[in-house]
């Protein structure tokens, strides 16, 4: 178990439109994120998240040739902190994640995490507020995150 997540901006976006951002500092004690991040989410942020500056940014600057400003903040972040994992939608930035070896998961896994660590009863009634936003989720994603949490 990471013991400090990086969440990238769709992570913070996703779980404010439905009204669970809490479940981030309820699965990870300690939630970080870049300033990048803060200002792509363009809202206040919580006072448990922590803001913290990429100290390298050749690796920042490389990394963006690939991904958008805030997802290679947050990978690079995720690189430069031990025990870290980074919150990732984008199957694009996951690709990078990949390559560079470095642990991810999305915001369904944060769910799906919560429901495994006793958080919440179950993941259903947040995948349908999911559902009512504009974010998009397959009907394959949709099933595989209830297998996961062991409700399908």
Known sequence: MHSIVIADTSCFILLTKIGEIDLL?????????????ASEFKFELPDWVTIQNVKDRNTLASLQADLDLGEASAIALTYELSDAIVVLDDWGARKVATR?????????????????????????????????????????????????????
């Open 100 to 152: 560079l070896k470095i642990a991810f998961t999305g915001t369904f896994g944060i769910i799906v995490k919560a429901k495994h660590k006793g958080i919440i009863p179950s993941v259903r009634p947040i995948l349908d507020k999911v559902k009512q936003t504009n974010f998009r989720i397959s009907s394959e994603v949709f099933a595989e995150v209830l297998r996961e949490a062991g409700e399908f």
């Open 25 to 37: 500092r309820c699965v990870y004690s300690n939630v970080y994120t870049t300033p990048e991040v």
